[in-house]
């Protein structure tokens, strides 16, 4: 993510100087927007807090009592920080889109807009497919497993 953020903010460098400064047109309004929240996405990983688990740290794999951390927790903190970081990340996506998208209507390349435009939506369309047949992706459960009796698992057991 870091590598991302920092590729493109040398790609708004190089636009800055190309262009004099900022030109206030769509494609840089939209640029601009993605640069930032990307930006703002690198520095919440510093709110995210501990991971915690069985493997984690100091944990002992035996003794549940020593996996504490905010991620295994599903504390307050995580919770909000999951539901920035989620929901950041998508808007980000679409203004990236819209960025490129934007730029490409600049040039002759009305097939390339097109498909640009075209492709997150077959995404949006296959995650509702993926999340109808319950083949979402639940981060939590990748990383620590599916027991019940696990913090997140019971909390999202209660909203069904």
């Known amino acids: 993510m870091v590598f991302a ?7 708004l460098a190089v636009a800055m100087v190309a262009s004099g400064g900022f030109s206030g047109s769509v494609h840089a309004t939209f640029g601009m927007t993605t640069i930032v929240l990307g930006c703002l996405q690198v520095i919440s990983a510093l709110f995210r807090g501990t991971h915690g688990g069985k493997y984690y740290n100091n944990a002992d794999p035996e003794d549940p009592a ?8 599903y504390t307050l903190r995580r919770r909000l920080f ?6 950041s990340g998508y808007l980000t996506g679409i203004f990236a889109v819209g960025a490129v998208a934007s730029g490409l209507m600049q040039y002759p390349m009305p097939v390339l807009a097109v498909l640009a435009a075209l492709t997150p939506l077959f995404f949006v369309v296959l995650w509702i497919i993926f999340e109808f047949q319950g083949r979402h992706y639940d981060g939590y459960k ?3 497993g599916p027991d019940p009796e696990f913090p997140r698992t019971k909390a999202s057991r209660d909203l069904y």
Not at 5 to 11: E, F, N, R
Not at 66 to 73: K, L, M, R, V
Not at 82 to 87: G, V
């Open 5 to 11: 953020v920092g590729l493109s903010l040398a790609g």
């Open 66 to 73: 020593t996996w504490h951390g905010d991620h295994f927790d």
């Open 82 to 87: 999951e539901s920035y970081h989620k929901t």
């Open 142 to 144: 990748a990383v620590y």
